[in-house]
């Protein structure tokens, strides 16, 4: 059997969730951190939205 092994991929993210998959970009919204977050396959972040309220 095959291991695998896991790292960090971003850090100083509050509470993320609803991953998306799309065009090689993993897009989340950090709920307590009211923003919505783009990542390039390298980790690099794009804030997409500052949101006032709780993005989910």
Known sequence: MQ???SQPFAENLVFCEGP???Q???YVS???GH???RFDLQG???LLAEVPGRPS
Do not use: I
Request: no cysteine; hydrophobic share 40%.
């Open 44 to 46: 690099k972040r794009e």
């Open 35 to 37: 923003q919505v977050l």
């Open 3 to 5: 291991e695998l092994r």
């Open 20 to 22: 998306r998959w799309y």
């Open 24 to 26: 090689n970009r993993l």
């Open 30 to 32: 950090d709920m307590f």
